[in-house]
């Protein structure tokens, strides 16, 4: 597991030393890297706008976060039976040609794929400036990243639910197609030849289980005086049942079919035509899914890549708000990726802590949950600014 932190320190002559020094102790940990994060100049604005845009910023990132994974959660439900595919699927810089290892699963080689690409766009973050023009408010960007999200948040139920409908509807249908001989399509099994139709008479095709073959035969004659002697066949047998068939009058059906039910027969309804139609719809059916899921994915894949760059963009704004509320005007911090094994990550948290006690002393008095300055939205309040990337966004039980 891999923490990832984005924090700032302010531009003073003990901070910035300690840095150093905080370079030289990550150099000393194993799979651990320190380096700049650049964030453009921003427009300030009101300072006291600062403290409500902190409270938003914070409950966007959760909505963020929570979109990117609802939209991987939803990539692994589509793909569940092309597993394999979610490697290639979902890459923030769209970069392919990561090999696995033929050991790790599917999915585990997709996340471990997408961890190092993750760690990749981080790490070479630059500003879209084309999106997020440094000359707009902070509020103007950040309404430009809640309603891109909250469009893909409404696209995303939209997009599920008109897939889900058609999936639903081709496993009913292949489900009533291929079930038991109660239930699945009789073509291949029934032939025309087996049925008999005329002004007055019609065929039945009825199951029997197999332990009730014998009643069967003993007791369809009796089922209903309009029943053609001797007509009963047995077309086809399967599992623990057959299909048979049987010629009667027209006029006794009803009573038939009531007095099968009764002795426990099931009487099939049948018509060429009606399975005819049903195989056609479940092609057309069939055909509709493959396209539903070539455009659901290629959605997904875009979407998650757009949503997960809105969020990095998301974290770098909360990094300059929290950078100016705590360190005051004019504008003047440097702002850090961190990035560390988890097993390594309480040392690396007790050195910052050591390393930027000066900033705030009663920082390591405060608990989660206790006495944070007011527009400070953190979970742990720290001497320095912080703000956790969440790795893990494609783990999903």
């Known amino acids: ?74 990539m692994k439900e589509v793909m569940e039976h092309a597993a394999d595919k979610v490697l290639e699927n979902v890459f923030a810089n769209g970069d392919h040609g990561i090999n696995q290892r033929v050991v790790l699963s599917p999915l585990n080689a997709y996340l471990k794929s997408f961890r190092a690409d993750l760690m990749s766009y981080v790490t070479k973050f630059q500003w879209d400036k084309a999106k997020y023009p440094t000359a707009l408010p902070l509020s103007s960007l950040a309404d430009i990243i809640n309603k891109d999200v909250s469009l893909v948040e409404t696209e995303l139920k939209f997009q599920s639910t008109a897939y889900n409908n058609v999936k639903a509807s081709l496993q009913s249908l292949e489900y009533e197609l291929d079930g038991n001989l109660q239930t699945r399509s009789l073509n291949g ?35 209903s005086d309009f029943v053609v002697p001797r007509s009963s066949r047995k077309l086809h047998e399967e599992g623990e049942s057959g299909v048979f068939s049987v010629t009667l009058f027209k006029r006794a059906v009803c009573e038939f079919k009531a007095k099968a039910q009764q002795s426990k027969f099931t009487v099939r309804e049948y018509s060429f035509d009606l399975e005819e139609a049903k195989q056609r719809e479940r092609k057309q059916l069939s ?39 705590r360190y005051g005007l004019p504008v003047s911090y440097q702002a850090l990726l961190l990035q560390t094994e988890r097993k390594h990550s309480q040392k690396l948290k007790d050195d910052l802590a050591s390393l930027f006690i000066h900033l705030d ?24 600014v912080r703000f956790d990337i969440n790795t893990n966004v494609l783990e999903i039980s």
């Not at 039945?204 to 007791?219: A, F, H, I, P, Q």
Request: positive net charge.
């Open 1 to 74: 597991m891999t923490d990832l932190w984005l924090i700032s320190v302010p531009l003073d002559k003990t901070s910035l030393s300690n840095v150093e020094q905080l370079k030289r102790s990550i150099a000393k940990i194993d799979r651990a890297s320190c380096c700049k994060f650049h964030i453009p100049d921003l427009k300030v604005g009101v300072l006291d706008s600062l403290l409500t845009m902190s409270d938003d910023l914070s409950m966007l990132d959760k909505l963020t976060e929570s979109v990117i994974k609802k939209t991987g959660q939803c």
């Open 189 to 223: 099994i029934v032939r025309k030849e087996d049925l008999v139709f005329s002004e007055y008479l019609t065929t039945l095709l009825v199951v029997v289980s197999r332990g009730n073959y014998l009643k069967w035969e003993r007791t369809y004659e009796s089922l």
């Open 287 to 325: 055909v509709h899914k493959k396209e539903q899921y070539g455009i659901f994915v290629r959605w997904l894949k875009v979407n998650y890549s757009e949503t997960f760059r809105a969020w990095i963009h998301l974290k770098a704004l909360r990094v300059f708000v929290e950078s100016v509320l």
């Open 361 to 384: 002393p009663t920082a390591t008095a405060t608990q989660p949950g206790g006495d944070i300055p007011a527009g400070l939205c953190q979970q742990e309040y720290f001497s320095y």
